[in-house]
């Protein structure tokens, strides 16, 4: 994936404050149809918000680890912690690589009733490689089991379920 490069640090300054409660960067300045006090950013159709800087669109999250480390994530992804894309408190970013990213982004809770054996089964998958994990009687210890393997498998980036 290919990033632009961000606006300086002290750019970001120059036209932003942090508002630490809703981890949003507020205008400055008036400008075209953005009015000095307001958030930036617009939200996406995936939910992501971008804003526009000198005719240039950016994504916030990118913007915001600028604004607050001086560092250009480059190739690396401005990851959101809780999978909440639209949350950019500095607190909820992380950097990762693209696998880490997409590891986050995953949709299955990792265990499953099992019709045919009547138990909890509790499943991961690596890779793209679903594998087995187990099978429980009750739901709790299914979670556990997914919960236990997925942080040694991804470590912090471990799908919440």
Not at 26 to 54: Q, Y
């Amino acid at each position: 994936m290919r990033f632009k490069p961000l606006p300086t640090q002290e750019r970001l300054k120059e036209l932003f404050e942090y508002d630490e409660e809703r981890g949003a960067l507020i205008r400055k300045t008036s400008r075209g149809g953005s009015k000095a006090g307001t958030v930036a950013g617009t939200i996406r159709k995936d939910g992501r918000l971008e804003t526009t800087i000198d005719r240039v669109t950016y994504l916030v999250n990118r913007l915001m680890w600028m604004f607050h480390y001086g560092e250009d994530p480059s190739e690396m992804i401005v990851d959101h912690r809780n999978e909440d894309c639209s949350d950019d408190r500095i607190e909820n970013l992380r950097l990762a690589t693209n696998g880490q990213n997409l590891i986050n982004v995953s949709k299955t809770k990792g265990y499953c009733w099992d019709k045919v054996n009547k138990k909890y089964m509790a499943k991961i998958q690596i890779n793209g490689i679903t594998k087995f994990i187990g099978r429980y009687l009750t739901e709790a210890e299914a979670r556990a089991a997914y919960v236990e393997k997925a942080r040694k498998v991804f470590g912090e980036f471990a799908p919440a379920c």
